[in-house]
T-cell receptor, first 115, second 115 residues
Framework: DSGVTQTPKHLITATGQRVTLRCSPR?????VYWYQQSLDQGLQFLIQ???????AKGNILERFSAQQFPDLHSELNLSSLELGDSALYFC??????????????FGQGTRLTVV | AQKITQTQPGMFVQEKEAVTLDCTYD???????LFWYKQPSSGEMIFLIY??????QNATEGRYSLNFQKARKSANLVISASQLGDSAMYFC????????????FGPGTRLSVLP
């Protein structure tokens, strides 16, 4: 168990809909990352938050947004869903309080299927 | 731009033998970290091993070791005494001290351990 909790584990929704994916980081970790893993694109970095602030942005679509709350949990919102958004969405957390390049621990992922 | 290359889409190894999974990276930053993750068929991402760019010695974690050749920009994962449970996708990743410290992943290598 990595200590990172993602809910829900599976999500099936229709095109055009909006969903929210939730992530609780490991206790004490301030950084949260979101990744999208699809069959043809590998693991794509979406966005990173550190202690409530956006720190880095990757190839995140404008239809997607995220935030990190004061209790450090994070949510990824996906709207106007398209078939191509079907993927495994990972949340990861790491302890970036020191200036080290520590490992990130991943949640189990949310499998999103858009039909 | 930073990039991770894993040239072996798939690998086979006999049980109890050693196997090397290749990873090369491209960065001009002097400070970076290299990571290997394992993704079994169940989908979770499991952290295996870490190597810092300034580390003088190769990292080892149990049956996993990282063959770090800085001048060649390679960070190959060596798994000794392969077990059936080692069958999985293996991802090499890098993060740099700047640029939000987010992780960039390679395309992965699928390892199959044969009985």
């Amino acid at each position: 168990d990595s200590g990172v909790t993602q809910t829900p584990k599976h999500l099936i929704t229709a095109t055009g809909q909006r969903v929210t994916l939730r992530c609780s980081p490991r206790s004490g970790d301030l950084s949260v990352y979101w990744y999208q893993q699809s069959l043809d694109q590998g693991l794509q970095f979406l966005i990173q938050y550190y202690n409530g602030e956006e720190r880095a942005k990757g190839n995140i679509l404008e239809r997607f947004s995220a935030q990190q709350f004061p209790d450090l949990h994070s949510e990824l919102n996906l709207s106007s869903l398209e078939l191509g958004d079907s993927a495994l969405y990972f949340c990861a957390s790491s302890d970036d309080q020191v200036q080290g390049l520590t490992e990130a621990f991943f949640g189990q992922g949310t499998r999103l299927t858009v039909v | 731009a930073q990039k991770i290359t894993q040239t072996q889409p798939g690998m086979f190894v006999q049980e109890k033998e050693a196997v090397t999974l290749d990873c090369t990276y491209d960065t001009s930053d002097p400070s970076y970290g290299l990571f290997w993750y394992k993704q079994p068929s169940s989908g979770e991402m499991i952290f295996l091993i870490y190597q810092g760019s300034y580390d003088q010695q190769n990292a080892t974690e149990g049956r996993y070791s990282l063959n770090f050749q800085k001048a060649r920009k390679s960070a190959n994962l060596v798994i000794s005494a392969s077990q059936l449970g080692d069958s999985a996708m293996y991802f090499c990743a890098m993060r740099r001290r700047n640029y939000g410290q987010n992780f960039v992943f390679g395309p992965g290598t699928r390892l199959s351990v044969l009985p």
